[in-house]
């Protein structure tokens, strides 16, 4: 490995940590406003739905496809059909999977 | 009795480790590309498996593979890696009640194995309602798993190097698609977080051709700010 080559993941090493630590490192000597508290209950809705909604719609990372011959979209309704019908989430996930890898074979 | 020997902790730790599994499949095709592309990029094996070893952050790493491929200067792959992960500084905002009263020897190694996965499941663990206090043993099993599988399929594609075989035609991303939808749907009852989840959603998409994630940013501050607005509406 390269000195250069040190520096870079040295350098990546600790930017990755700090981002993901400052919070944690203040610990109890810090707590956020209570519109703050309020706001961050919506980060896990948010986030989760802004990764998965793009992945599921646009499976190749730029083109549409609304579509039932397309195994993410159907997977991911049947997966999220059964976790509000059912609440149980292995069994979303293992239907989900289950119905992605079935359209795929149909599909060809 | 010893800590580690104590049945609830390792309990929660083997419910965690065995909750990531799906995000394990998903996440083994990228960590396997990752390895292979490494040596054409520019990067050397060692350097490949240090960086998933020590940066241990799938998207940046990629987005640095390819500045390096391209020979950006090492100020851009750095400021770069830090706009790709600031969305992990929400991710821990929104675990910090729970780990607050942790010592630092839990705290440090926790943020460090911080990802989407495992904070995924992770805050869906500490928002049901038992009151376990070893929930960050959970925590740290969904952590170890997820490192040990993403050192353990980086260093299978920098071994088979180019003769892969091509787990990456096999669809196993879904998985990781699977657990987000499984664990967000249910989060949808209220009329504030479903509102959240649709102004991301729309954000998402329309910015969805935005480098370095900032359209996740972008969509997570938009559907945090829609949830509370939302909220203050009797």
Redesign the interface.
């Given at each position: 490995?390269?000195g250069?080559?040190w520096?870079?993941?040295?350098?990546?090493?600790a930017?990755?940590?700090l981002?993901?630590?400052?919070?944690?490192?203040?610990?109890?000597r810090?707590a956020?406003p209570p519109?703050?508290?309020?706001?961050?209950?919506?980060?896990?809705?948010?986030?989760?739905?802004?990764?998965?909604?793009?992945?599921?719609?646009?499976p190749d990372?730029?083109h549409w496809q609304i579509t039932w011959r397309n195994?993410?979209l159907v997977?991911?309704l049947v997966?999220?059909l059964?976790?509000?019908r059912f609440?149980h989430?292995l069994a979303?996930?293992g239907g989900?999977?289950t119905v992605?890898?079935l359209c795929?074979w149909m599909l060809g | 009795m010893t800590q580690a020997s104590h049945p609830q902790r390792r309990g929660e730790f083997w419910a965690g480790a065995r909750?990531s599994l799906?995000m394990l499949l998903g996440a083994a095709p990228f960590g396997l590309i990752f390895g292979t592309l490494a040596t054409p990029s520019g990067?050397?094996p060692?350097?490949a498996l240090?960086?998933s070893m020590?940066?241990?952050?799938g998207s940046?790493q990629f987005i640095?593979l390819t500045l390096?491929a391209s020979g950006t200067g090492?100020a851009v792959?750095?400021l770069t890696?830090?706009v790709v992960?600031?969305?992990?500084?929400?991710?821990?905002?929104?675990?910090?009640?729970h780990?607050?009263?942790?010592r630092?020897r839990w705290?440090?190694p926790?943020?460090?194995w911080?990802t989407?996965e495992t904070?995924?499941v992770v805050?869906?663990r500490y928002l049901e309602h038992d009151t376990s206090p070893f929930k960050h043993w959970y925590y740290l099993g969904s952590c170890l798993s997820m490192y040990s599988n993403w050192i353990l399929w980086t260093l299978t594609g920098v071994l088979l190097g180019r003769s892969v075989p091509r787990l990456e035609h096999l669809?196993l991303?879904?998985?990781?698609?699977?657990?987000?939808?499984?664990?967000?749907?249910?989060?949808?009852r209220s009329r504030?977080?479903l509102g959240?989840?649709?102004?991301?959603?729309a954000?998402?998409?329309a910015a969805?051709?935005l480098p370095y994630k900032l359209?996740?940013m972008l969509?997570?501050?938009?559907?945090?700010?829609?949830?509370?607005l939302l909220?203050d509406r009797p």
């Open positions: 490995m390269s250069r080559e520096l870079l993941i040295a350098g990546m090493t930017i990755t940590f981002v993901r630590y400052a919070f944690f490192a203040l610990g109890e810090i956020f519109m703050v508290q309020r706001a961050l209950r919506y980060v896990p809705a948010a986030v989760l739905t802004a990764i998965v909604v793009p992945m599921v719609l646009l990372g730029s195994p993410w997977g991911a997966t999220g059964i976790a509000w609440q989430l979303a996930i989900g999977m992605y890898f795929r | 909750d799906p990067l050397s060692a350097g240090a960086m020590f940066v241990y952050a940046a640095a390096l090492l792959i750095l890696t830090f992960n600031l969305r992990h500084a929400l991710y821990s905002a929104t675990l910090l009640p780990v607050a009263g942790l630092q705290r440090i926790l943020a460090f911080l989407d904070f995924a805050q869906h669809g991303e879904f998985a990781m698609a699977a657990t987000f939808t499984g664990i967000v749907v249910p989060m949808f504030p977080m959240a989840a649709l102004g991301a959603a954000v998402a998409l969805h051709a359209g996740l969509a997570a501050l938009t559907g945090v700010v829609i949830g509370v909220e």
